[in-house]
């Protein structure tokens, strides 16, 4: 019984700790637990970015634009921005190991935060865009 409570104790708390983080979002807070593990350091946690060493993904126009833009950018980091025609000091290294469903929800956090209005981007989406580089 004791272990009992202890356990029911230990849910509620994790509930009410995941509630609080995830604020409303539709994919239950794992776009924004995904994209502060993986970009954030670099494009910070409130998309700013930092100035000459990565863009800001506020109102940008690969963000937000057709879907190939941002799910390139995801799967080949800098790979996928033509050679000299960089604005930035930093390279952004590939992603291509992350699962179709993480890069779908990573890029569609980007797409509907920061000011953006993309939308949403599904894994069918990432599926496509991986398998059109395939072989390359
Ligand atoms: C090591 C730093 C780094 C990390 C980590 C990183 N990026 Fe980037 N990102 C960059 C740099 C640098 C560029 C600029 C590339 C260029 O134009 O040369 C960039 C460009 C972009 C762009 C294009 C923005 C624009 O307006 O040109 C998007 C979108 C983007 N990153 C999304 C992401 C996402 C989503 C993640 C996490 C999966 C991520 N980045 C992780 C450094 C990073």
């Known amino acids: 019984m004791k272990a009992n409570k202890f356990a029911a104790a230990l849910v509620a708390a994790s509930l009410t ?13 794992t776009g924004q637990a995904l994209y502060e593990a993986n970009c954030a350091a670099c494009h910070q946690y409130d998309g700013g970015g930092v100035p000459m060493m990565q863009p800001e993904l506020i109102l940008s126009e690969k963000a937000n634009g057709d879907i190939g833009g941002v799910i390139d950018m995801i799967l080949l980091g800098s790979a996928a921005v033509p050679a000299g025609t960089s604005g930035y000091s930093n390279e952004m290294p590939p992603f291509d190991y992350l699962s179709d469903e993480d890069i779908a929800l990573i890029a569609s956090y980007v797409r509907t935060h920061f000011e953006n ?16 580089h395939a072989g390359q």
Do not use: F, I
């Open 17 to 29: 700790g995941a509630a609080y983080a995830q604020d409303e979002e539709a994919d239950g807070g």
């Open 117 to 132: 209005s993309g939308g949403a981007v599904t894994a069918d989406d990432v599926r496509a865009r991986r398998a059109s």
